[in-house]
C-alpha cells in the first residue's frame, strides 16, 4: 500500500482565498484524522471521521473550517477565508480502529498563507 | 498546566549514549502513543501500550499506570536516531480524543 496520500503537498495562498486540503487513507482503514501542527501549539487534533461520518470536530479552531469524507478513499479539508494564523503542518493520518491501533500519518501539507 | 508534559524539550549525546525522554501525564487515559518526528516532518508511530513494557529494535517504552508515567529509551543510540519523539495519550474522560506533548528534541553526534 502506498500509505496515507496527502495533496498538495506545499500551498502559499493569500489571506482571504479559499484552502483545500486533500487525504487519501490507507485502504481499509474505518478512521481518519485531521491533525494540525504549529509551533506554538504543537499537534493538535482537529476532527476525525469513523466509515466516513464526522464523529468529533470539537477541535476544528472556528467556523472558517470544514472537513468532509464523501467516500472512504477521499476526505478534504477546506477553510475559507485562509488567515495568516491559518499557517501551519497539516497532517492527515488513518486507522483501522481509533484507540487500540497505530495511526498511520500522512506526509502532511504545508500551508502558508501570506 | 498541559495535559501531558515531556521532558527533556531538548537533549543533545554522543553515539552510543543509552537516551531517555520522560512523558508524564494527569488525566485518566486508555492508551498511550510515542511517535517519531524525522527532520523532514514525516510521523511515525512507535509504540502504543497501555501497560507494562514494549520493546522494538534498540526503543523501548514503558509506562507506568499508578504514577501516570511513561519513559521512551534508546540504547546505543545513533545519529539516525536524531528526531523530534512525541507522546500521547488517548483519553477516558469525555469525548476521548488524542491529546500530544511538546515534543523532545533530540540531537545524537557522531
Known amino acids: 500500500d502506498a500509505g496515507v496520500i496527502q495533496s498538495p503537498r506545499h500551498e502559499v495562498t493569500e489571506m482571504g482565498q479559499e484552502v483545500t486540503l486533500r487525504c487519501k487513507p490507507i485502504?481499509?482503514?474505518?478512521?481518519l484524522f485531521w491533525y494540525r501542527q504549529t509551533m506554538m501549539r504543537g499537534l493538535e487534533l482537529l476532527i476525525y471521521?469513523?466509515?466516513?461520518?464526522?464523529?468529533?470536530d470539537s477541535g476544528m479552531p472556528e467556523d472558517r473550517f470544514s472537513a468532509k469524507m464523501p467516500n472512504a478513499s477521499f476526505s478534504t479539508l477546506k477553510i475559507q477565508p485562509s488567515e495568516p494564523r491559518d499557517s501551519a503542518v497539516y497532517f492527515c493520518?488513518?486507522?483501522?480502529?481509533?484507540?487500540?491501533?497505530?495511526?498511520?500519518f500522512g506526509p502532511g501539507t504545508r500551508l502558508t498563507v501570506t | 498546566k498541559n495535559e501531558v508534559e515531556q521532558s527533556p524539550q531538548n537533549l543533545t549525546a554522543q553515539e552510543g549514549e543509552f537516551i531517555t525522554i520522560n512523558c508524564s501525564y494527569s488525566?485518566?487515559?486508555?492508551?498511550l502513543h510515542w511517535l517519531q518526528q524525522h527532520p523532514g516532518g514525516g510521523i511515525v508511530s512507535l509504540f502504543m501500550?497501555?501497560?507494562g513494557k514494549k520493546k522494538h529494535g534498540r526503543l523501548i517504552a514503558t509506562i507506568n499506570i499508578q504514577e501516570k508515567h511513561s519513559s521512551l529509551h534508546i540504547t546505543a543510540s545513533h545519529p539516525r536516531d536524531s528526531a523530534v519523539y512525541i507522546c500521547?495519550?488517548?483519553?477516558?474522560?469525555?469525548?476521548?480524543?488524542?491529546?500530544f506533548g511538546q515534543g523532545t528534541r533530540l540531537t545524537i553526534n557522531p
Open positions: 493520518a488513518s486507522s483501522l480502529q481509533v484507540w487500540g491501533a497505530e495511526q498511520y
Open positions: 501500550l497501555s501497560s
Open positions: 488525566v485518566g487515559i486508555s492508551a
Open positions: 471521521f469513523n466509515n466516513n461520518v464526522p464523529i468529533d
Open positions: 485502504s481499509g482503514h474505518d478512521y
Open positions: 500521547a495519550v488517548t483519553i477516558i474522560q469525555g469525548a476521548q480524543k488524542l491529546v
